[in-house]
């Protein structure tokens, strides 16, 4: 391989080698005292419940999106009565759980970059260092906590969403009632295709929470070193939450096979 190439893999490397040294310790000290639960439950409003709003829209309009994509693909069947089961299926395995994921890494992994790099850059974390607070415990654990607390959260409310607004699209054309709708929908879906995708978005939260910590928390160069954090935070998070998912879509079909 020549010098040109070696570098930049040498780089990559070394970034994810430190990224994951940051995680690792992030899990070793969230089960240290003291446990900074006020500050927990901050970042969970700031994380979790400051995204709602954004995750119920782009859930109702998902569901209104792929109700009407299926059904032009059911109506050439003539199976239009498993609208609601193939929608369900459809939000609970995948779309749900990835889609909630690139929202709050767009929305939150951005201010967790932005915020504590402006932390880094105007001394403020060197300040709570000289009063004896851990920074790392207390900035970057409790966003990751709060991060893999909140993603399942508004994971079930990205899916809860997406089959209300596939309910409105179908009642519109159908004049569906909603017991029978829901009736469709959850015909077929046991706890294997729910339980397990939901289960995955922890790893997604951990992801977005360490990848934004890490970068805000060992930002350099000022103000524009803030502007690369916060940019960065989205990118790296996003790419890593979609190689992520393969694997981890690759496991749940292994542990849980859908012929059981």
């Known amino acids: 391989m020549s010098p040109s190439l070696t570098a930049p893999v040498q780089q990559f490397f070394s970034w994810f080698g430190s990224v994951s040294l940051f995680g690792l310790r992030a899990i070793r000290d969230a089960f240290r005292r003291p446990l900074e639960t006020r500050e927990i439950l901050r970042q969970l409003y ?11 829209v782009s859930g109702l309009a998902i569901g209104v999106v792929l109700s009407m994509h299926t059904r032009s693909t059911m109506e050439r069947f003539g199976a239009e009565a498993m609208i609601p089961t193939a929608l369900a299926i459809a939000l609970f395995s995948e779309t749900g759980p990835l889609l909630t994921a690139l929202l709050v ?3 939150v992994g951005a201010g967790i970059g932005a915020e504590l790099g402006g932390m880094r850059v105007t001394e403020q974390i060197d300040a709570l260092e000289s009063l004896a607070v851990n ?6 654990v409790t966003r990751v906590i709060a991060c893999i607390i909140a993603l ?37 879906i046991g706890f294997v295709d729910y339980i397990p995708p939901t289960a995955k978005t922890m790893v997604f939260g ?3 929470g360490t990848v934004s910590s890490y970068l805000g928390y060992n930002t350099t160069g000022g103000s524009e070193g803030i502007g690369r954090a916060s940019t960065r935070s989205v990118v790296f998070s996003s790419i890593l ?20």
């Open 46 to 56: 700031e994380i979790g419940w400051r995204s709602a709003p954004l995750v119920t």
């Open 105 to 107: 890494a767009g929305r």
């Open 206 to 208: 951990f992801l977005i």
């Open 152 to 188: 399942p959260i508004l994971t079930t409310i990205m899916n809860s969403a997406g089959i209300l607004g596939g309910f409105f699209a179908e009642k519109v054309i159908s004049n569906i009632s909603l017991q029978l709708y829901l009736n469709r929908a959850f015909s077929n």
């Open 241 to 260: 939450l979609i190689v992520t998912n393969v694997l981890l879509v690759r496991s749940i079909f292994f542990f849980f096979p859908r012929g059981n």
């Open 135 to 140: 920074s790392f415990k207390y900035l970057a």
